[in-house]
């Protein structure tokens, strides 16, 4: 049968174009770089990872100027030396994150630790595993336990090495009194030896890069401040904030957003857009909140270009999967690439 007519039936395709699917290898030996080209191959969430790793690499490869969300329970749940690695490397020139992630990052800091748990005891029913965990005195997230005893070293920790400095200061910005955390962790992690690093808020006050935590309130820091604060000239300024990040935005020749979960951070990094004069040039964003409920922790990066928070031609990609599953595999891939 000739070329000619073939194209006569031929359907008229506007969408569709030439680009199969081709089967992914998973061997023994593999990089995490090579796995990842891999799954550029294949479809659904695995080219969804692929094209996230694709513009990470390319923020990382050129001077992006990157603020970073990270929300949910990375820190207890072992997300916290990739986080505090990237700052060291200069690869986060701001960070946006919750009052519990620096709580729970303070606390491997001074000497306490996370430990393997379970969601759910064989011999029990879920309630009862949880008041069993209540009696001993033991916090659960999810699969993760904390012995309530590391919270009584926290709380020593802000009052002995923290608060006092800044209480002359009177009252301070948030990054401020992350900042001072930071040092505070690093100073005790290295005066008592502790086997793991100091951590993020560390890395971060030692690179001199900004941590923003707008809703610090929620969490055993933001607790332990209002105490305090109730015995104290020491306050906290909610606004001033928005001033030092809005400078970053508007000083940036290119901006990236790397978004891992939603809520606050997700949102606090992307309006920062809309008081700069351009928008996001690169965002990607690990997730595993849907867009149907119409709320800002599942919206979709696209969405967020209609806002004026991304650029139009900006790249974005987002990969609907656990983030401590998604972040090592981007961010390990990521630097394979540019390095």
């Not at 986080?83 to 303070?106: E, K, M, S, Y």
């Not at 009177?170 to 009194?177: H, K, L, M, P």
């Not at 939603?262 to 040039?281: I, R």
Request: include cysteine; hydrophobic fraction near 40%.
């Amino acid at each position: 049968m000739s070329d000619d007519h073939d194209d006569a039936h031929e359907p008229h395709r506007e969408e569709f174009r030439h680009d199969p699917i081709a089967h992914a290898e998973a061997r023994a030996g593999m990089t995490v770089g090579e796995l990842v080209d891999e799954y550029g191959a294949a479809g659904i969430g695995a080219a969804d990872l692929h094209e996230a790793v694709d513009v990470y690499a390319e923020m990382l490869d050129d001077d992006v100027t990157t603020f970073f969300g990270l929300a949910g329970a990375m820190v207890p749940t072992g997300m916290r030396r990739i986080v505090a690695d990237l700052i060291r490397d200069g690869h986060i020139d701001a960070l946006v994150t919750t009052g519990a992630n620096l709580t729970h990052d303070a606390i491997e800091a001074i000497g306490g630790k996370h430990h393997h748990g379970s969601e759910e005891a064989p011999d029990k029913t879920p309630r009862e595993h949880d008041e069993r965990l209540r009696d001993e005195q033991v916090d659960r997230i999810y699969n993760v336990y904390l012995p309530q005893e590391h919270f009584a070293l926290f709380e020593n920790h802000l009052r002995s090495e923290v608060f006092p400095p800044l209480e002359a200061e009177g009252v301070v910005s948030i990054q401020r009194f992350t900042e001072a955390l930071g040092r505070a962790n690093s100073e005790v992690n290295a005066r008592e030896e502790i086997d793991e690093g100091p951590g993020i808020a560390a890395a971060a006050s030692e690179n001199d890069v900004p941590i923003y935590c707008p809703a610090v309130q929620d969490s055993v820091l933001g607790l332990q401040a209002w105490m305090y604060s109730q015995t104290s000239e020491f306050s906290l300024d909610a606004l001033a904030d928005m001033t030092t990040i809005t400078d970053q935005a508007f000083e940036a020749e290119e901006a990236g957003a790397v978004v891992v979960g939603g809520g606050v951070p997700k949102n606090y990094v992307l309006q920062t857009m809309l008081v700069a004069p351009d928008a996001y040039d690169y965002a990607v964003q690990l997730t595993m909140d849907p867009p149907q409920t119409g709320g800002l922790s599942g919206a979709t990066l696209d969405e967020a270009r209609s806002w004026g928070k991304l650029e139009k031609a900006a790249r974005n990609a987002s990969v609907y999967a656990d983030a401590t599953i998604t972040l090592p595999l981007v961010v390990a891939a990521a630097r394979e690439r540019i390095e």
